[in-house]
């Protein structure tokens, strides 16, 4: 069974551009979540998106926006990058919700400069 | 008080010792409670996943939770080099409609 798969795996950009991240979940899995990881803060929830709906929401800026398509997949986007937007960016992907067991991907690291 | 604490280590230990990693929370409704280890560069994996109390075991992975104590615990036994990395603890009080919250993690390092 494939896991969770996360591209790109690595991005650099310029402050001011805006990106997009793409996860794709385990197969049957309608639950998809980002958090961002930083040394100082560690994991910190984004959002959740189950059945191509934004269930749940982190306490960061409207900058940080996600969608689901109706194959599950999930794109996150970052506009107006900031230097300290910086981080491992992962998806976890769960069969029932974001607060059980969840599979995380391999991670985006974005380096903003 | 931040909901979840848990040791950042560095917790260095000789091949075969027994390994004790643990988390406190403040939040009496956390019911789910996970351990996920992450290799440097990688996501974190999930290692046990534990639902209000009890003990689980898996192989050389056990995990405690003690809700009265608001207290869980992951005991690596005989502990190998492949087991250096950092732990992070997980938990949250419902299925659905919440997220995980994590502890900022334990860094283990095993050696032979």
């Known amino acids: 069974k494939a896991g969770v798969t996360q591209t790109p795996r690595y991005l650099i950009k310029t402050r001011g551009q805006q990106v997009t991240l793409s996860c794709s979940p385990i197969?049957?899995?309608?639950?998809v979540s980002w958090y961002q990881q930083t040394p100082g803060q560690g994991l910190q929830f984004l959002f959740e998106?189950?059945?191509?709906?934004?269930?749940n929401k982190g306490n960061f800026p409207g900058r940080f926006s996600g969608r689901q398509f109706s194959n599950s997949r999930s794109e996150m986007n970052v506009s107006t990058l900031e230097l300290g937007d910086s981080a491992l960016y992962l998806c976890?992907?769960?069969?029932?919700?974001?607060?059980?067991?969840?599979?995380f991907g391999q991670g985006t690291r974005l380096t903003v400069v | 008080q931040k909901e979840v604490e848990q040791d950042p280590g560095p917790l260095s230990v000789p091949e075969g010792a027994i390994v004790s990693l643990n988390c406190t929370y403040s939040?009496?409704?956390?019911?789910?409670f996970m351990w996920y280890r992450q290799y440097s560069r990688k996501g974190p994996e999930l290692l046990m996943y534990?639902?209000?109390?009890g003990n689980k075991e898996d192989g050389r992975f056990t995990a405690q939770v003690d809700k009265s104590s608001k207290y869980i615990s992951l005991f690596i036994r005989d502990s190998q080099p492949s087991d250096s990395a950092t732990y992070l603890c997980?938990?949250?009080?419902?299925?659905?409609?919440?997220?995980?919250?994590f502890g900022k993690g334990t860094t283990l390092s095993v050696s032979s």
């Open positions: 997980a938990m949250s009080p419902n299925q659905a409609g919440t997220a995980l919250i």
């Open positions: 998106y189950f059945s191509e709906t934004q269930r």
């Open positions: 976890a992907s769960s069969l029932r919700g974001a607060g059980t067991e969840a599979f």
């Open positions: 197969s049957g899995h309608r639950s």
């Open positions: 939040n009496s409704a956390f019911q789910y």
């Open positions: 534990t639902y209000s109390s």
